[in-house]
């Protein structure tokens, strides 16, 4: 009898079994966790066979980890949500473990639409339509893409008996396989990242494949790849601590579950960036993946050359109300000051979540922070803030106050810097000075931690953060580590803005931009500029950029 269960254990630890059937004969696979809040790896039993297939593992985990989100929170689209992506993936396990009740009679090699790598593929010896195979990388199940001429894999939902199914290239989940490495001398040289090796034929196909699977499921990895997408975002220190084991992926799967990112949670795009977190991914092939998720999703991000020069190139990012500039806008006085003769670009990104912000801060700046609507809007994030519940934490905030502009702008930023940091990887400028403001200040910071967990990846000279809209008491040892010279935070306790729209979209937390780090590591240096800055918009037009050297 094929089957699968849940079976809690203890006050945080679950049992999970996938038991399959053939012939009389009988395999299963058991995964225990004994805490889901601890530091601790699951433990295995059953099958060797199915033990080693990684897609059935991490199914299996992330299927115990959805299935015990769903009975621990009181929020019903949470719940919903949860038990979607927990059945999902229950079924692809058990799936799994039924294809390999058959042996493989031939093999073909080509890319896997799964893990995105080239791998050879086992053909299952059986009656399906399309075939199936496993790829001998990831564990996954592969059929051939349908597209004529194409020897590349594509992903075999269990779903999808009869359906054509396309590969990564032809379902614009990808530029290009074979491409997806490569490399750049410096800026200029990127090529147009929106080009494509092959026709999207999936496109008319892509609602027939998503439908009824669940707002959870938010990238092509997060079913097959290991480690899986929720434990990578868990352990990333993007959504709170870095964790590990179950934990990263209870805390990480909780985020995703807030869905689209419309809807709050990081949407297609944020399912792929939160991969490069690990820094392994920045310029490679998952590196890829992200970038053109991101980039179907935000047709506004570019970058663009503002002044050609000599030395490190210094990028610039803005923050919200910023959506509709062109070119230097209010950067150019503060940039040309310290680095007349470098190579100047800007980055562009996140209109359409930026001018949302926008209407919510309004033009007036800190006036607004007395008005009906951002008193409405406070009233409502503190209500939606009591219902979280332990064990899931603040993951759950998403859930309900990702409706608001800032929880979307702010998944944007993260978004935008897994794509920012893995073009950079690509390049071969030995270093780069980062400079942003307020949200955009938010967007070059994660790029330098991300940067920072590439082993040998590019060092960037300087950092510096200009009313930066990001939360003080974190973790900040990879910002430290990623720079040679010194990261810059330039702070004014007179930024309303930061005073009081921040500290409401964020529960009451403090932004580094009107308090400063106040960290020991030695590179990150606190300048207050309150004599000197008394709106959040003054930054660029009193501000003097500090060089590493004093």
């Known amino acids: 009898m094929d089957s699968y269960q849940f079976v809690p254990v203890g006050e945080s630890g679950f049992r999970c079994t996938v038991v399959s059937s053939e012939k009389g004969h009988s395999r299963h696979i058991e995964l225990s966790v004994a805490d889901v809040l601890a530091d601790a790896e699951p433990t295995l039993t059953g099958d060797g066979e199915f033990i080693a297939n990684d897609a059935l593992r991490e199914n299996l985990l992330n299927y115990g980890v959805n299935e015990y989100g769903a009975r621990h929170t009181e929020d019903d689209e949470q719940r919903k949500a949860f038990s979607k992506a927990a059945e999902r993936n229950a079924k692809v396990a058990l799936q799994l473990a039924e ?17 995105f790598v080239e791998t050879i ?36 939902h269990y779903f999808s008996v009869g359906l054509a199914a396309f590969c990564g290239e032809h379902r614009h989940e990808i ?34 494949l998503v439908a009824g699977v669940g707002v959870a499921v938010v990238a092509p990895m997060v079913f097959f ?58 310029g490679g092939t998952l590196g890829a993946v992200t970038a053109t998720a991101y980039l179907e999703d935000d047709g506004s991000f570019a970058i663009e050359k503002l002044k050609d020069g000599v030395g490190t190139p210094v990028l610039v990012a803005s923050g919200f109300m910023t959506e509709k500039q062109t070119a230097w806008h209010d950067w150019q006085r503060i940039i040309e000051r310290r680095y007349p003769g470098n190579p100047v670009y800007r980055v562009h990104w996140g209109a359409r979540e930026l001018a949302a912000f926008g209407v919510l801060v309004g033009l007036a700046g800190a006036k607004v922070a007395a008005s009906a609507v951002l008193k409405t809007f406070a009233m409502h994030a503190w209500k939606q803030g009591a219902k979280i519940i332990p064990p899931l934490g603040a993951a759950l905030v998403a859930a309900d106050l990702a409706k608001n502009p800032w929880t979307v702008a702010k998944s944007r930023a993260e978004q935008t810097a897994a794509v920012l940091a893995d073009l950079l990887a690509r390049i071969d400028d030995s270093s780069f000075i980062l400079v942003g403001h307020s949200l955009g200040a938010r967007v070059m910071l994660a790029t330098a931690e991300l940067l920072a967990t590439k082993s040998g990846g590019p060092r960037l000279e300087d950092v510096h953060l200009l009313g930066a809209a990001v939360g003080v008491g974190g973790d900040w040892k990879r910002l430290n580590d990623s720079v040679s010279g010194t990261v810059f935070n330039y702070h004014s306790a007179k930024d309303q803005v930061l005073a009081k729209i921040y500290p409401t979209a964020e529960l009451g937390k403090k932004a580094v931009g009107k308090v400063g780090f106040g960290t ?12 000197e800055v008394a709106t959040h918009f003054m930054y660029h037009d009193r501000v003097e950029l500090l060089g590493s050297g004093g």
């Open 520 to 531: 020991s590591f030695p590179k990150i240096v606190d300048v207050d500029v309150s004599n």
């Open 121 to 156: 593929h086992r053909e299952v010896d059986g009656q399906f339509s399309p075939a199936v195979f496993l790829c001998s990388g990831c564990g996954a199940a592969t059929t051939p893409c349908f597209a004529a001429g194409c020897r590349y894999m594509a992903r075999r």
């Open 175 to 208: 530029r290009s396989f074979e491409r997806a490495n490569e490399r750049y001398t410096d800026l200029d040289a990127i090529d147009d990242i929106r080009s494509f090796d092959a026709p999207n034929l999936a496109r008319l196909t892509t609602t027939v």
């Open 99 to 115: 294809f390999m009740h058959f042996g493989s009679y031939q093999t073909r090699q080509g890319w896997c639409s799964c893990c």
């Open 225 to 282: 790849a290991a480690p899986a997408v929720g434990g990578a975002l868990g352990a990333s220190g993007l959504i709170g601590p870095a964790l590990s084991g179950a934990a990263a992926s209870s805390h990480g799967l909780a985020f995703l579950g807030g869905g689209a990112l419309a809807a709050g949670g990081m949407g297609m795009a944020g399912g792929t960036a939160v991969v490069t977190a690990s820094g392994a991914a920045l």
